[in-house]
């Protein structure tokens, strides 16, 4: 098996990048969910409930912060896209580090898996999409771990899924059947929440090994 994509994710429920390579830490990988929205009142807002949050694309930036489609992250433009996917007083807010993500730090999904599903991979979301795995093998993985590339990760369980696989990465068109299928084929489970148990580079073609 190899890692056949990398991805990161520098502003929650945002549009991810796609990355060559990429280090992963304890934190997960380098860079991911700096930032996130909140509305006036303070409380979280993701793409559950904001799908047009997803037309919205972030990437890390030369000085290590967070960018919204080639622009800073707290940039006046920005604010005002965030607001006009989000709603009125939607803004922008740097995440307390340790503060950051909903179950564990990297979301590992297997090719064998997505095309059992047979949808688009950028629907779940995941930072580390492993090539040359069979068929629904990830689902064995569960209290296994993986060597990826300079990197070792402890897979803690299959991830539920929720609403945000039902819309289009491109077009935010929803789509209820894919959840659905989710549920009625798989228990509604995809993907892998993992931790870092030793931190390392980690790159497109890596080698890929499940321990004992």
């Known amino acids: 098996m190899k890692v056949a994509e990398l991805w990161r994710y520098p502003v929650k429920s945002l549009g991810g990048e796609s990355l060559v390579q990429a280090t992963v830490s304890a934190a997960g990988i380098e860079g991911d969910r700096l930032v996130h929205v909140e509305d006036q009142a303070g409380r979280v807002i993701t793409a559950r409930t904001h799908p047009r949050l997803l037309g919205l694309h972030a990437a890390l930036g030369s000085d290590g912060e967070s960018w919204v489609d080639g622009r800073p992250w707290n940039a006046s433009d920005v604010a005002d896209a965030v607001r006009a996917a989000a709603g009125p007083g939607a803004r922008l807010v740097r995440n307390i580090p340790g503060d950051v993500f909903d179950v564990l730090p990297l979301s590992i999904l297997t090719d064998g898996a997505i095309d059992s599903l047979g949808v688009d991979r950028r629907r779940l979301r995941p930072n580390i999409l492993v090539g040359g795995a069979e068929g629904l093998a990830e689902r064995a993985w569960p209290g296994r771990r993986l060597a ?55 790159a497109v073609g890596d080698e890929v090994t499940l321990l004992e």
């Open 148 to 202: 990826i590339g300079g990197a070792i990760v402890g897979v803690r369980k299959l991830r539920g899924r929720c609403v945000m696989t039902t819309y289009d990465p491109d077009t935010q068109e929803q789509d209820l059947g894919v959840l659905r299928r989710i549920v009625s084929d798989f228990g509604g489970r995809m993907a892998l929440d993992c931790w870092v148990i030793a931190p390392g580079p980690v």
